[in-house]
C-alpha cells in the first residue's frame, strides 16, 4: 500500500512539474504544448501496453512521463484559472484520498467489496445520464432537466469515484 500510495504521490509531482513548466513558456506555444503533451502521453500508455512487466523500473520511469505528458496536456486549460483554484483542488483530492482509503483501512474486512456491483451500477447510471445530456437538446429536453442531470453527473460521479478510492484499497 506504502508503494502504490508513493508512487501516486510521485506521478503526481511529475504531472505537476510538466504543467508548471510548460507554463514558463509563450502563452503563444500553449495550445501546441497540450496537443504535445496529449500524444506523448498516449505514446508512453502505448509503450506501457507492450513493454514486459517485468521490467518495473523502465514502466514506472514511462509512467512518471506519461504523468508529466499529461500535466504538459493542461497547460492551456490552467491559464484560464487562478493559483488558488488549482491549490484548492489538490486539497481536496488529498482529503477525499485521505478520508476513504482511513474508510477502507478501517473497515471491516472486505466491506467495501461487497459494494462493486452497487457502484458499477451507479457508474452505467452517470453513462446514462451522460448520454442523455449529449443528446437532449435534440430530443426536446428542457433547460430545468439538463441542468439537474449536469448537476446530477457531477455530484454523482464525485461521490461514486470517491467510494471507489475506499472499493479500490
Known amino acids: 500500500m506504502r508503494k502504490v500510495y508513493t508512487f501516486l504521490v510521485a506521478m ?3 504531472s505537476a ?3 508548471g513548466g510548460a507554463l ?3 502563452p503563444a506555444l500553449y495550445g501546441m504544448l497540450s496537443i504535445g503533451g496529449i ?3 498516449l505514446g508512453g500508455i502505448i ?3 507492450f513493454i514486459n512487466r517485468d521490467k518495473i523500473l523502465l514502466r514506472q520511469n514511462i509512467a512518471l512521463g506519461v504523468a508529466a505528458a499529461m500535466g504538459i ?3 492551456k486549460l490552467l491559464s484560464f484559472v487562478t493559483p488558488s483554484v488549482v491549490f484548492l483542488a489538490l486539497a481536496g483530492t488529498a482529503l477525499i484520498f485521505a478520508g476513504f482509503t482511513t474508510a477502507a483501512l478501517k473497515a471491516k474486512s472486505r466491506a467495501f467489496l461487497n459494494i462493486g456491483g452497487l457502484l458499477m ?3 452505467f ?3 446514462g445520464a451522460g448520454l442523455l445530456q449529449m443528446f437532449g437538446p435534440a430530443l426536446g429536453v428542457s433547460a430545468g432537466v439538463m441542468s439537474a442531470l449536469h448537476s446530477f453527473s457531477l455530484w454523482g460521479g464525485l461521490g461514486i469515484f470517491s467510494v471507489f478510492i475506499g472499493y479500490d484499497t
Open 47 to 49: 509503450a506501457l501496453a
Open 125 to 127: 447510471v452517470l453513462l
Open 121 to 123: 451500477g451507479g457508474v
Open 17 to 19: 512539474l510538466g504543467a
Open 12 to 14: 503526481s509531482a511529475s
Open 73 to 75: 496536456s493542461i497547460v
Open 24 to 26: 514558463l513558456a509563450s
Open 39 to 41: 500524444i506523448g502521453g
